[in-house]
């Protein structure tokens, strides 16, 4: 059974950093471009971040640029989102995707499997 597990997350003040993780099981980890999502109270699941399978390129919405970095260790079958100068507005939960590669669409509903999600608050 495919499974992403997700660990990091926590609560951090304003401008600060933290670093979430997301490990797969039971896949070929390089059959998959992955991503990054969050979904802040009463919003819908939106877009952070992906890379692709071979980490030659990487996707990132505006917000990310310069603060938030992925990357992935595909000996590990695990896929990082290094976040920095956090906001409080960012205060959401976090869940990282697999999408075969080919599919290539930063719609959440576009993604094969999911992470069981992770929280982070961004708090003073």
């Known amino acids: 059974q495919v499974q992403l597990l997700q660990s990091g997350g926590g609560f951090v003040q304003p401008g600060g950093s933290l670093l979430l993780s997301c490990e797969a099981s039971?896949?070929?980890?390089?059959?998959?471009?992955m991503g990054w999502f969050r979904q802040g109270p009463g919003k819908e699941r939106e877009f952070v971040e992906a890379?692709?399978?071979?980490?030659?390129?990487?996707y990132y919405e505006d917000y990310a640029r310069g603060r938030f970095t992925i990357s992935r260790d595909n000996a590990k079958s695990t896929m990082y989102l290094q976040m920095n100068t956090l906001k409080h507005e960012e205060k959401a939960a976090y869940y990282c995707?697999?999408?075969?590669?080919?599919?290539?669409?930063?719609?959440?509903?576009?993604?094969?499997?999911w992470g069981q999600g992770t929280q982070v608050t961004v708090s003073s």
């Open positions: 995707g697999a999408q075969r590669h080919g599919a290539h669409s930063f719609r959440p509903d576009k993604y094969d499997y």
């Open positions: 039971a896949l070929t980890f390089t059959d998959y471009n």
């Open positions: 890379i692709t399978w071979s980490t030659k390129n990487t």
